[in-house]
């Protein structure tokens, strides 16, 4: 359901089927790599492997809370243009518009 939510609110329309297959991609593959080295984490952390999950859940929450902008009740545009807006160390990619014309 939150892959569904934020590829139709990151994605114009034309590309929403191929965020789809790639954000699909993706979770097969890291639950995949996650199956294969657990056995090592529980071996390494033996009853403390939930410290790993908890650290992750923690890291997603903070950059969720302080990074991403609220997008309800706006736009496709408006929404486009607050993520284009989002500084990362000190760059933004927000950029102005400019009308040419030719004459």
Do not use: H
């Amino acid at each position: 359901a939150a892959a569904t939510t934020l590829s139709n609110e990151l994605f114009i329309q034309s590309d929403r089927v191929a965020a789809f297959v790639l954000m699909g991609l993706q979770r097969w593959f890291m639950i995949s790599v996650l199956g294969l080295i657990f056995p090592f984490i529980i071996d390494g952390l033996s009853s403390y492997c939930f410290v790993l999950f908890a650290g992750v859940c923690l890291m997603g929450s903070l950059y969720t809370f302080f990074l991403l902008p609220e997008t309800k009740g706006k736009t496709l545009v408006e929404i486009s243009e607050e993520f284009k807006a989002i500084t990362v160390c000190g760059k933004s990619f927000l950029e102005e518009e400019k009308v040419e014309t030719k004459l």
